[in-house]
């Protein structure tokens, strides 16, 4: 195994009702000033909204609300100019992954005089500023964001969709399976691929150990098996708490250690989003099969195959297993009824197609850090054979 470095500071706070008797204290050990941060209108019509603030008695309660999916940097800016106008101390975050993304990079936005999308596009000068301690409530199982450094906000007006990172992971998350219950199907199908791509980009690294590889194939197993139960029986509280735990475990850090290349589809779906604004998720299980076909060669044969094995229980020769691996991914995300061509998103031509992948390429290093290095050819490859379904329907 390479060398590593691992640490990661938030304390969960994992659970039925873990908010009623923990909220208050969590947040105001932080001080007395909070921005409480959220998306629509979810949260007041399922009555979150109103069981948070009662725990919030006593605080002085600042609102940014209507954050939306793929943050955009305009929530980002008017959450700067509230956490500097009212002398913010914590931040509340309750919501999904857009929520929590966004709360990181306000909470830097405070220490930073001009337009917070600076530190978007050059995470070294988040590094170099202090960050309001984040205090979250997970609402969707999917980013992994309650429990990592990351976050990923886009930009309309220039097409960008990037990742930033910062300081510090949130202070406290909760994490509470019943408040997913009320999670469409759309997006419970949405974020348990968005914890399997999470998984997919990890797994196949040049430098991947036997340690890391099998925990991520009990992660695999987890959410395979538990997004059906939950796509079914919404009120499952095992499958729904599988797949919430599974979520932070995919993406805290520990499966990544000593992990060596980039990741590949996330900077493509990210041009995807950036342009057709589609839910990520859903971009990713478009694109994830058909990346996994253009990057089985002789040389990434043995780790597919092993893929194929340890995840999908499958049995043969490496070839067989390994494009039955592949058959398997694309039929699973299919069963959980979400689009698998681009043309289901809304995307019925190739006219931004060289435009994002040469963006892709040069944003995620494609060419020098991937697993299977790309140029923008390569991609443009891929998003082609993502117009239809032609090479998986069998």
Same mark, same amino acid.
């Given at each position: 195994?390479?060398?590593?470095?691992?640490?990661?500071?938030?304390?969960?706070?994992?659970?039925?009702?873990?908010?009623?008797?923990?909220?208050? /204290?969590?947040?105001?050990?932080?001080?007395?000033?909070?921005?409480?941060?959220?998306?629509?209108?979810?949260?007041?019509?399922?009555?979150?909204?109103?069981?948070?603030? #009662?725990?919030?008695?006593?605080?002085?309660?600042? +609102?940014?609300?209507?954050?939306?999916?793929? *943050?955009? =940097?305009?929530?980002?800016?008017?959450?700067?100019? &509230?956490?500097?106008? !009212?002398?913010?101390?914590?931040?509340?975050?309750?919501?999904?992954?857009?929520?929590?993304?966004?709360?990181?990079?306000?909470?830097?936005?405070?220490?930073?005089?001009?337009?917070?999308?600076?530190?978007?596009? /050059?995470?070294?000068?988040?590094?170099?500023?202090?960050? &309001?301690?984040?205090?979250?409530?997970? %609402?969707?199982?999917?980013?992994?964001?309650?429990?990592?450094?990351?976050?990923?906000?886009?930009?309309?007006? %220039? !097409?960008?969709?990037?990742?930033?990172?910062?300081?510090?992971?949130?202070?406290?998350?909760?994490? $509470?399976?019943? &408040?997913?219950?009320?999670?469409?199907?759309?997006?419970?199908?949405?974020?348990?691929? /968005?914890?399997?791509?999470?998984? %997919?980009?990890?797994?196949?690294?040049?430098?991947?150990?036997?340690? %890391?590889?099998?925990?991520?194939?009990?992660?695999?197993?987890?959410?395979?098996?538990?997004? *059906?139960?939950?796509?079914?029986?919404?009120?499952?509280?095992?499958?729904?708490?599988?797949?919430?735990?599974?979520?932070?475990?995919?993406?805290?850090?520990?499966?990544?250690?000593?992990?060596?290349?980039?990741?590949?589809?996330?900077?493509?779906? !990210? +041009?995807?989003?950036?342009?057709y604004d589609i839910t990520h998720g859903v971009g990713l299980g478009i694109l994830t099969p058909r990346w996994m076909q253009y #990057?089985?060669?002789? +040389?990434?044969?043995?780790?597919?195959?092993?893929?194929?094995?340890?995840?999908?229980?499958?049995?043969?020769?490496?070839?067989?297993?390994?494009?039955?691996?592949?058959?398997?991914?694309? $039929?699973? =995300?299919?069963?959980?009824?979400?689009?698998?061509?681009?043309?289901?998103?809304?995307?019925?031509?190739?006219?931004?197609?060289?435009?994002?992948? +040469?963006?892709?390429?040069?944003?995620?290093?494609?060419?020098?850090?991937?697993?299977?290095?790309?140029?923008?050819?390569?991609?443009?490859?891929? &998003?082609?054979?993502?117009?239809?379904?032609?090479?998986?329907?069998?």
């Amino acid at each position: 195994m390479n060398n590593f470095k691992f640490q990661n500071k938030t304390a969960i706070q994992f659970g039925k009702d873990v908010i009623d008797n923990a909220l208050h /204290d969590a947040v105001a050990q932080f001080g007395q000033n909070v921005l409480f941060v959220y998306g629509g209108g979810s949260i007041k019509k399922s009555g979150l909204y109103d069981r948070v603030m #009662s725990k919030l008695a006593g605080l002085t309660v600042v +609102e940014l609300s209507g954050i939306a999916p793929n *943050p955009k =940097i305009a929530s980002v800016r008017a959450g700067q100019a &509230l956490v500097k106008a !009212h002398d913010i101390d914590v931040i509340l975050a309750v919501g999904g992954g857009s929520v929590i993304d966004a709360a990181k990079v306000i909470a830097s936005s405070k220490f930073y005089d001009a337009d917070p999308w600076d530190l978007v596009l /050059d995470s070294g000068k988040r590094y170099q500023l202090d960050q &309001l301690p984040v205090v979250d409530i997970l %609402t969707l199982s999917a980013t992994g964001t309650e429990m990592n450094v990351g976050s990923v906000i886009s930009n309309p007006e %220039t !097409h960008q969709k990037l990742g930033t990172g910062g300081p510090q992971s949130p202070a406290v998350s909760f994490l $509470d399976p019943t &408040l997913t219950y009320t999670v469409s199907k759309w997006q419970t199908a949405a974020g348990a691929i /968005d914890i399997f791509s999470h998984l %997919t980009e990890q797994y196949f690294d040049r430098s991947a150990n036997d340690v %890391t590889s099998g925990m991520m194939a009990g992660l695999y197993r987890a959410v395979i098996k538990n997004a *059906p139960i939950a796509l079914a029986d919404p009120d499952n509280y095992d499958a729904r708490a599988a797949l919430m735990w599974a979520s932070t475990m995919s993406l805290n850090g520990l499966v990544n250690v000593g992990n060596t290349n980039g990741w590949t589809v996330h900077p493509i779906e !990210h +041009e995807l989003s950036a342009y057709y604004d589609i839910t990520h998720g859903v971009g990713l299980g478009i694109l994830t099969p058909r990346w996994m076909q253009y #990057s089985l060669s002789a +040389e990434t044969l043995p780790r597919f195959a092993q893929f194929g094995r340890e995840v999908w229980d499958l049995t043969g020769t490496d070839e067989a297993v390994a494009q039955g691996a592949i058959q398997a991914t694309f $039929d699973w =995300i299919k069963a959980l009824d979400v689009p698998t061509t681009l043309p289901g998103v809304g995307i019925v031509d190739k006219t931004y197609f060289e435009v994002m992948a +040469e963006s892709a390429v040069k944003v995620g290093r494609l060419a020098q850090a991937a697993y299977v290095p790309m140029q923008a050819a390569d991609v443009v490859a891929i &998003l082609s054979a993502a117009m239809t379904d032609d090479d998986f329907i069998q």
